[in-house]
């Protein structure tokens, strides 16, 4: 995992800064965020809208589009995810996804909404990380 100086240090401000998470969406994006730094040459790059979204992108160098998923921590209250993938990167087979057109630049993707952070749920997303990533290497 690589990222620059200065986004790493937004990134942990961002998580330093992140206070009431009774629900768990903090614990949710630090599993997937950690996840992720696990698989090879993938580069973050951390965007803070503060009171509208705070978003991590995860690239891999060799991949085929500007990202393969987007976590963005929507800044509501309380605060809540929602992982989105490119349409065509991942699969569905239990259905929690919404399929957005032209919602992930300019392109449909799927979006699976966190609010607990539900061991099951993430097992889930985590296998479309999976896919996703795959399929950005491939």
């Known amino acids: 995992m690589t990222q620059s100086p200065e986004n790493l240090a ?27 730094e696990d698989k090879n040459d993938v580069v973050f790059d951390f965007n803070s809208r503060p009171g509208i979204t705070h978003s991590l992108r995860a690239t891999h160098p060799n991949g ?14 309380p605060r809540w995810l929602s992982v989105c993938f490119y349409g065509d990167s991942v699969t569905d087979p239990g259905e929690v996804g919404n399929l957005i057109p032209d919602s992930l630049l ?20 985590e296998a479309r990380l999976d896919e996703a990533y795959n399929n950005a290497v491939a």
């Open 10 to 36: 937004a990134l942990e401000k961002f998580i330093d800064n992140w206070d009431n998470d009774e629900r768990g969406p903090k614990a949710a994006f630090l599993r997937l965020k950690s996840y992720l």
């Open 64 to 77: 085929k589009r500007p990202l393969f998923v987007l976590i963005d921590v929507i800044d509501d209250e």
């Open 106 to 125: 300019d392109e449909d993707g799927y979006c699976f909404d966190v609010e607990t952070g539900d061991d099951m749920e993430l097992v889930y997303i």
